[in-house]
C-alpha cells in the first residue's frame, strides 16, 4: 500500500461532449490491496462505471420497476470475530432472499461495509440495492421498515432486533406519470426525464457502491495499526459485493485487472493523440505534484 501508485500518468483527452481537454488515468501501478485507499476508489469507480452501463437496458427491460436501498445491521463484534459475523451474516442474507417478502425483489446488488467502533469494535454492515417490483407497494405486499427488521432478525437468529433502515429512490423532479408516458420506448420524446431518472438511480448506486472501510478507519490512534492489520487478515478472500436476480448479470463478478482500474472512470475509452502528463507522489508534501508532459 505504501508504494501504491506513486506515478500516475494520464492523457491530455478532450472531452466527447464538451471539447474542453481532461485528464485520463492512462498508466499507474495498483498494489490491489483490498483495503487500500487508492484502490478501493479505482474499484468503486470501476463498479460504478460497470453499473451505468449496464443500467439503460435494465430500465428498458423492467421500465416499472421502482429502487431501494437497505441497510442491514448487527450490533458491534470484536474485531477478532469479524470473519464469523461476516459469514453468519452471509448465511442471514441467504434465508433472507428465501422469504416471503422478498418475492418481489426482483434484482439485488449487496457490498458490504466493516467501520470501526469507538471502542475499537467492528462494524459489519449490508449495503444492498433493490430493483422492486410494482406489486411490492399493492396492499399487504408492501414490507415495512419495521418488518425488514423482524425478518432480519429471524435470518440472523439474533436475540435482538438489529438496526434496519429502508428507503425508496425517488427522483427530485420527474413523477412516476412521466417516467410511465415515456416508458414505452427510451428514445421517445421524453427522455430527459428518462435520463433525469437514471442518474437518481445511478446516484442511489454510487452510495451502495462505495469505500467498503473508510480510510480514516484505517488508521489507528498513535502507534496503533493493530485494528487495520487484524481486519486485513480477518476478511482476507470475503467477497464484498455481490448481486442477484435480474442484476446479476449487472455487475461482471471476475476479479479485476489493473486495466479495469485504470480506466475505471473512462468506460468509453476516449480518443488519445498521445499527449501524457504525470504527477508523482511527494511522500513528505502528502501531495501529487506535475512531474512532466511529453507527446508519446
Ligand atoms: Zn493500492
Not at 76 to 84: F, G, M, P, S, T
Not at 85 to 105: C, G, P, Q
Request: charged content about 30%; overall charge positive.
Amino acid at each position: 500500500m505504501h508504494q501504491c501508485s506513486g506515478l500516475l500518468i494520464f492523457a491530455d483527452v478532450p472531452d466527447p461532449e464538451t471539447g474542453e481537454l481532461v485528464l485520463r488515468l492512462r498508466e499507474a501501478h495498483f498494489c490491489r490491496v483490498r483495503h487500500c485507499p487508492v484502490c478501493q476508489w479505482r474499484r468503486s469507480l470501476m463498479w460504478y462505471a460497470r453499473f451505468q452501463k449496464a443500467l439503460p437496458e435494465i430500465l428498458g427491460r423492467y421500465p416499472n420497476a421502482r429502487w431501494a436501498f437497505l441497510t442491514l445491521t448487527v450490533r458491534n463484534c470484536d474485531i477478532k470475530e469479524l470473519r464469523a459475523t461476516i459469514s453468519s451474516m452471509n448465511d442471514a442474507w441467504k434465508r433472507l432472499t428465501h422469504r416471503a417478502e422478498f418475492r418481489n425483489v426482483l434484482g439485488w446488488i449487496r457490498t458490504t461495509e466493516v467501520t470501526k467502533g469507538r471502542d475499537e469494535s467492528a462494524h459489519p454492515h449490508f449495503h444492498c440495492m433493490f430493483m422492486l417490483s410494482p406489486s411490492y407497494f399493492k396492499g399487504s405486499n408492501y414490507v415495512t421498515q419495521a418488518r425488514w427488521a423482524e425478518l432480519w432478525k429471524e435470518c440472523l437468529r439474533a436475540d435482538y432486533t438489529p438496526i434496519v433502515d429502508i428507503r425508496v429512490v425517488r427522483s427530485k423532479k420527474v413523477s412516476r406519470e412521466a417516467l410511465k408516458a415515456s416508458r414505452t420506448s427510451l428514445e421517445a420524446s421524453n427522455t430527459s426525464s428518462i435520463e433525469e431518472y437514471l442518474a437518481a438511480v445511478a446516484d442511489a448506486a454510487r452510495e451502495v457502491l462505495k469505500y467498503a472501510v473508510k480510510p480514516s478507519d484505517m488508521l489507528g490512534g498513535g502507534n496503533d495499526n493493530e485494528w487495520f492489520l487484524e481486519l486485513t487478515r480477518q476478511v482476507h478472500r470475503l467477497r464484498f459485493i455481490a448481486s442477484g436476480g435480474a442484476l446479476k448479470d449487472a455487475l461482471r463478478e471476475d476479479e479485476e485487472t489493473e486495466e479495469d482500474l485504470i480506466l475505471a472512470d473512462d468506460p468509453a475509452e476516449t480518443p488519445d493523440y498521445g499527449t501524457r502528463v504525470a504527477f508523482a507522489w511527494r511522500r513528505k508534501e502528502k501531495r501529487y505534484r506535475k512531474a512532466g508532459k511529453w507527446e508519446s
